[in-house]
């Protein structure tokens, strides 16, 4: 089995950053392509950037140029720095990796949530 734990969520007032942390964990052989989706209330989860296992990046428009996202292959971790932050970034974010496991599975794994709240 497989965990992604992330951290690094919280209160910010508008224009400030965040960095969000996802760690994965268990019986991993490799990790492919990891990202990091937002769901803000009464909406649909949406993709807000990926990074491939060689570092391609793409990102969801209305974040390109604030948001960056990178990772650790070694340490199995992603991370989203989150620069001028507006309201409308408010949401839960959720970390996704696409991994293989030790038994040479692939599946998909999710952490649980982290909170970003963007006041105005």
């Known amino acids: 089995q497989v965990q992604l734990v992330e951290s690094g969520g919280g209160l910010v007032q508008a224009g400030g950053s965040l960095r969000l942390s996802c760690a994965a964990s268990g019986s991993i052989f490799s990790i492919n392509a990891m990202g990091w989706y937002r769901q803000a209330p009464g909406k649909q989860r949406e993709l807000v950037a990926v990074i491939s296992s060689s570092n391609f990046t793409n990102y969801e428009h209305s974040v390109k140029g604030r948001f960056a996202i990178s990772r650790d292959n070694a340490e199995h971790t992603v991370y989203l720095q989150m620069n001028s932050l507006k309201p409308e970034d408010t949401a839960v974010y959720y970390c996704?990796?696409?991994?293989?496991?030790?038994?040479?599975?692939?599946?998909?794994?999710w952490g649980q949530g982290t909170q970003v709240t963007v006041s105005s």
């Open positions: 996704n990796a696409d991994v293989t496991t030790s038994d040479l599975y692939k599946n998909d794994y």
